[in-house]
């Protein structure tokens, strides 16, 4: 699967037109859908071009609605590498948010903390990110030509200064995308933390490298849901990062409804 539904399949499905922004929602973060639109879900299933979502704590449906007086297109989960799917599959929702007429997309996940100086459960921004799943969107990708990307300022500084405006508690970091689906050994958090990351997780960069090729503006938060392996000694677990998820949701919405609001 490599194409997405169209603008007019997108405008018949929520009766809107266009959209100016996108979500992108990441494990056990659902709940934001809800509180930030109020609309009704259309499941992954029911749009002929969107992958179905089949990793636990992403509910795997498209919401509309105003926020802030944006129309705003917010996608209840995602799909991942590990689950067999392609480079361009895994992108799918930034391209169709592209498609729909939004100029910006504020990707989430959830995401193990490598740097001690986080706190599980906070919202931590991506000012940079590494790619070590050994992927590119881009390959062969002829709508996101040209090829040679400047990847320089990839997440928005613009959009990281509004964030940090709304919570300036807010913290900062650079966040490794690996394929998963096994966590990552204390030894490969140790590369890690060598490599610079403060962050660890299993989605985010491909859909950020499609969103930058595409022209959109992008702003990136983790939810710190645990601590990487090795770091406190104790084992890790799916059902760990779907419960905080769950308990960061009330500030992540409202972090990303304030974002919106200021792009009015």
């Known amino acids: 699967m490599t194409g997405g539904p169209t603008r007019d399949a997108i405008a018949a499905l929520t009766e809107r037109e266009s959209h100016r922004v996108a979500v992108v929602l990441g494990s056990g973060l659902s709940d934001v859908a809800r509180s930030l639109t109020g ?3 259309v499941p992954y299933a029911d749009i002929a071009g969107i992958p179905v979502s089949r990793a636990a704590g992403h509910e795997g449906a498209l919401y509309s609605g105003e926020v802030a007086g944006l129309a705003t297109l917010v996608f209840a989960g995602r799909v991942h590498l590990y689950e067999g799917h392609d480079a361009r599959v895994v992108t799918s929702a930034v391209r169709t948010a592209a498609t729909a007429g939004c100029d910006t997309v504020i990707l989430t ?3 193990g903390g490598i740097n001690k100086g986080l706190q599980v459960g906070d919202p931590c921004l991506i000012s940079d990110h590494l790619n070590l799943t050994g992927h590119n969107p881009l390959v062969g990708a002829e709508d996101a030509r040209p090829h040679f990307v400047d990847l ?3 997440y928005s500084r613009e959009l990281r200064t509004i964030a940090r405006s709304l919570d300036p508690g807010l913290k900062e970091g650079v966040y490794a995308g690996l394929v998963g689906p096994t966590y990552e050994t204390p030894a490969e958090v ?7 990351a403060d962050l660890v997780g299993m989605s985010t960069v491909l859909e950020a490298i499609t969103a930058r090729a595409l022209s959109l503006r992008t702003l990136g938060i983790s939810i710190v849901t645990n601590f990487a392996a090795g770091i406190t000694g104790e084992p890790l677990s799916h059902d760990e990062v779907k419960e905080a998820g769950k308990k960061a949701s009330e500030r992540l919405g409202s972090l990303i409804a304030g974002v919106i609001e200021r792009l009015r």
Do not use: K
């Open 39 to 41: 609309g009704n879900p």
């Open 190 to 196: 140790r590369m890690l933390r060598t490599l610079g």
């Open 152 to 154: 320089t300022e990839v």
């Open 109 to 111: 996940n959830a995401a």
